[in-house]
């Protein structure tokens, strides 16, 4: 009885553990350049600065879904 009670307490020990230490992941779809598209910004040398600004990015992100929206000539 107080063995199966102690494997007990240490599952629970390590579950919590190992709750703590994973890391949530969320997952966003960007539009590169948002309504502007994929430019090259003439004059305009913070563009991309700028429209990063209100995204959150990571080392380590990859892009799984990659959407550039162009206009064409």
């Known amino acids: 009885m107080a063995k199966q009670m102690s494997m007990t ?3 629970v020990v390590v579950l919590t ?3 703590a230490v994973v ?3 969320e ?3 960007y539009v ?3 309504s502007s598209g994929w430019i090259v910004p003439m004059n305009n040398p913070t563009f ?3 429209w990063t600004s ?3 990015f990571s080392v380590g992100d990859v892009l799984g879904k990659l ?3 162009y206009k064409t000539t």
């Open 67 to 69: 959407l550039y929206m």
């Open 27 to 29: 997952a966003a779809t």
């Open 54 to 56: 209100g995204k959150s």
């Open 9 to 11: 307490i240490l599952l």
């Open 23 to 25: 890391k949530v992941t």
């Open 32 to 34: 590169v350049g948002d």
């Open 48 to 50: 991309y600065t700028t």
């Open 17 to 19: 553990a190992v709750a």
